[in-house]
């Protein structure tokens, strides 16, 4: 390493955390520190807790050129090499629990709960479910038309994979974006989010320690002002021969624009707006233990977060008390609001809010404060809590043009909307130009099928939460959130290109 002060060698031991320390790039499995690097800040303190490697385009070129290098010899690795290299990396990302949720914790802000009882803990589910499905990849010995001929279908690497990465919970989608481009055969370059380095960093030390050749999976982060030429860059580039990305809609739609130009297939998994709706026959505390959960894990900031709870008119006013009774159970004085990722997200948020308060929307449960028209409808929070909060908010009386109805919130905000029938709330959830996750609570489960295939998303859960990711299910939605799946063997199949080859018997 170039700095002192680097992170390198932390990994093995107790988690550090210095203004001073240096988050570096990783080509070719070697870590460097850059030309140049850019601060990292603390949501849970407002301060730098550390700074990170910028790269450079050229950089990105240098790290596509070590992953194409090593693609020749990784390609022809057995497939029960590549399996017990995976296998080693969950042992390792396992025992590392604490630590590694401590870094997400220092980066985002994420809750224990979130860090160390669901991020990383999925992070090893989905690595060691890939893993176990590496031997399984197989072609096919159809019987072709013409006498004397016979042929063969066969399942092959692609090449370089080039995967874009959120920060929201780093370790799932970094294993994801990896694991799966390495299992089918590719090696990759994982571009990270500026606002999650060191998890990234972290995630990629698990694999080399398990014995991941060099060159196999880099890892870089850049400042945000350069990162399209980062990324431009690598897309370009012709040995990278597919993307995938995790993230905003918004983002995903430049990503793909780019691919395009680049005749580059693309994996999309994108923002969501989704909906959970409350049957007139739902179990009441099922359905609110759900949604609270849906809405507020990992201060809402998670792709299938619960955004909107449609409720049948019959039983709104029970479960509207319900959900307050359950809210105020929940409260303590003594705990802080949860914790955003920056102060552009809270501002962002909390304007939704004064907009729809504004329009006739009412609190159903939060607080909130007028002090001016700028402010009007922002959170009230004590100005002596360090860190980027915003305590839980869930608004009633919303209409379908406001855009705490239509847009991403990424926060601890919910909106309620109440429906005279099950087909109200479908056309309405399905009004959204996203298609992610959906939930529905009823009783009647042949009742909540029949809406479940009504519903445009890629995922509908009947009688449990919007939030469902798991390695045995694939993963990804529909409409403005996105195209293909990760996980299972369809994930695994994302990054295999298929191969016919015929001959004369």
Same mark, same amino acid.
């Given at each position: 390493?170039?700095?002192?002060?680097?992170?390198?060698?932390?990994?093995?031991?107790?988690?550090?955390?210095?203004?001073?320390?240096?988050?570096?790039?990783?080509?070719?499995?070697?870590?460097?520190?850059?030309?140049?690097?850019?601060?990292?800040?603390?949501?849970?303190?407002?301060?730098?807790?550390?700074?990170?490697?910028?790269?450079?385009?050229?950089?990105?070129?240098?790290?596509?050129?070590?992953?194409?290098?090593?693609?020749?010899?990784?390609?022809?690795?057995?497939?029960?090499?590549?399996?017990?290299?995976?296998?080693?990396?969950?042992?390792?990302?396992?025992?590392?629990?604490?630590?590694?949720?401590?870094?997400?914790?220092?980066?985002?802000?994420?809750?224990?709960?979130?860090?160390?009882?669901?991020?990383?803990?999925?992070?090893?589910?989905?690595?060691?479910?890939?893993?176990?499905?590496?031997?399984?990849?197989?072609?096919?010995?159809?019987?072709?038309?013409?006498?004397?001929?016979?042929?063969?279908?066969?399942?092959?690497?692609?090449?370089?994979?080039?995967?874009?990465?959120?920060?929201?919970?780093?370790?799932?989608?970094?294993?994801?974006?990896?694991?799966?481009?390495?299992?089918?055969?590719?090696?990759?370059?994982?571009?990270?989010?500026?606002?999650?380095?060191?998890?990234?960093? &972290?995630?990629?030390? /698990?694999?080399?320690?398990?014995? #991941?050749?060099? *060159?196999?999976?880099?890892?870089?982060? %850049?400042? +945000?002002?350069?990162?399209?030429?980062?990324?431009?860059?690598?897309?370009?580039?012709?040995?990278?021969?597919?993307?995938?990305?995790?993230?905003?809609?918004?983002?995903?739609?430049?990503?793909?624009?780019?691919?395009?130009?680049?005749?580059?297939?693309?994996?999309?998994?994108?923002?969501?707006?989704?909906?959970?709706?409350?049957?007139?026959?739902?179990?009441?505390?099922?359905?609110?233990?759900?949604?609270?959960?849906?809405?507020?894990?990992?201060?809402?900031?998670?792709?299938?977060?619960?955004?909107?709870?449609?409720?049948?008119?019959?039983?709104?006013?029970?479960?509207?008390?319900?959900?307050?009774?359950?809210?105020?159970?929940?409260?303590?004085?003594?705990?802080?609001?949860?914790?955003?990722?920056?102060?552009?997200?809270? &501002?962002?948020?909390? /304007?939704?809010?004064?907009?729809? #308060?504004?329009? *006739?929307?009412?609190?159903?449960?939060? %607080?909130? +404060?007028?002090?001016?028209?700028?402010?009007?409808?922002?959170?009230?929070?004590?100005?002596?809590?360090?860190?980027?909060?915003?305590?839980?908010?869930?608004?009633?009386?919303?209409?379908?043009?406001?855009?705490?109805?239509?847009?991403?919130?990424?926060?601890?905000?919910?909106?309620?909307?109440?429906?005279?029938?099950?087909?109200?709330?479908?056309?309405?959830?399905?009004?959204?130009?996203?298609?992610?996750?959906?939930?529905?609570?009823?009783?009647?489960?042949?009742?909540?099928?029949?809406?479940?295939?009504?519903?445009?998303?890629?995922?509908?859960?009947?009688?449990?939460?919007?939030?469902?990711?798991?390695?045995?299910?694939?993963?990804?939605?529909?409409?403005?959130?996105?195209?293909?799946?990760?996980?299972?063997?369809?994930?695994?199949?994302?990054?295999?290109?298929?191969?016919?080859?015929?001959?004369?018997?």
């Amino acid at each position: 390493m170039a700095s002192t002060d680097s992170v390198s060698g932390s990994a093995n031991g107790s988690f550090s955390s210095s203004p001073t320390t240096v988050v570096p790039l990783i080509i070719n499995g070697k870590e460097e520190t850059g030309t140049s690097t850019f601060d990292v800040v603390s949501p849970y303190t407002g301060e730098k807790c550390w700074t990170a490697a910028s790269a450079t385009p050229e950089d990105a070129i240098r790290a596509v050129e070590a992953a194409e290098a090593a693609f020749e010899s990784w390609s022809q690795t057995k497939p029960t090499v590549r399996r017990d290299i995976l296998l080693r990396a969950a042992d390792i990302l396992e025992s590392r629990l604490e630590e590694y949720a401590q870094i997400m914790r220092t980066e985002m802000g994420a809750d224990k709960a979130a860090s160390q009882g669901f991020v990383v803990p999925l992070g090893v589910r989905l690595l060691r479910d890939m893993a176990g499905r590496i031997t399984s990849i197989c072609g096919s010995v159809p019987v072709v038309e013409q006498e004397g001929q016979s042929g063969m279908v066969l399942k092959e690497p692609m090449g370089v994979i080039l995967g874009i990465v959120p920060w929201n919970a780093p370790y799932a989608f970094g294993v994801r974006a990896a694991a799966c481009a390495l299992a089918a055969g590719n090696t990759t370059i994982i571009k990270s989010s500026e606002l999650s380095p060191r998890c990234y960093w &972290a995630m990629a030390r /698990a694999f080399e320690d398990a014995g #991941l050749p060099p *060159g196999c999976l880099n890892v870089l982060t %850049t400042r +945000t002002e350069d990162a399209p030429a980062v990324v431009n860059a690598m897309i370009e580039h012709p040995a990278v021969r597919k993307v995938n990305f995790t993230g905003s809609t918004a983002v995903g739609r430049k990503i793909a624009a780019a691919c395009g130009q680049n005749l580059k297939p693309c994996l999309m998994e994108l923002g969501g707006k989704n909906s959970a709706i409350v049957c007139a026959d739902a179990n009441l505390e099922t359905a609110v233990r759900a949604v609270l959960a849906g809405a507020f894990a990992n201060s809402g900031q998670i792709c299938m977060s619960t955004d909107r709870i449609l409720v049948h008119s019959s039983i709104a006013p029970a479960f509207i008390e319900a959900l307050k009774r359950a809210l105020d159970a929940k409260s303590d004085p003594s705990t802080p609001p949860p914790t955003l990722v920056s102060m552009a997200s809270k &501002a962002r948020v909390e /304007a939704m809010i004064s907009s729809a #308060l504004s329009s *006739g929307a009412e609190l159903i449960h939060g %607080t909130c +404060t007028t002090t001016d028209s700028t402010s009007a409808g922002a959170v009230d929070e004590s100005s002596s809590i360090p860190g980027i909060r915003m305590a839980p908010v869930i608004l009633g009386r919303v209409k379908e043009d406001m855009k705490v109805w239509q847009d991403e919130a990424f926060a601890s905000l919910a909106a309620c909307m109440i429906v005279d029938s099950d087909e109200e709330a479908v056309r309405i959830a399905n009004s959204t130009g996203y298609g992610l996750s959906a939930a529905i609570f009823t009783e009647d489960l042949r009742k909540g099928f029949a809406l479940a295939k009504k519903i445009q998303s890629g995922a509908v859960h009947i009688n449990s939460m919007t939030v469902h990711d798991e390695p045995v299910l694939p993963h990804g939605g529909v409409k403005n959130s996105g195209w293909g799946r990760f996980n299972t063997e369809q994930g695994l199949n994302e990054f295999l290109v298929t191969k016919n080859v015929t001959w004369m018997d």
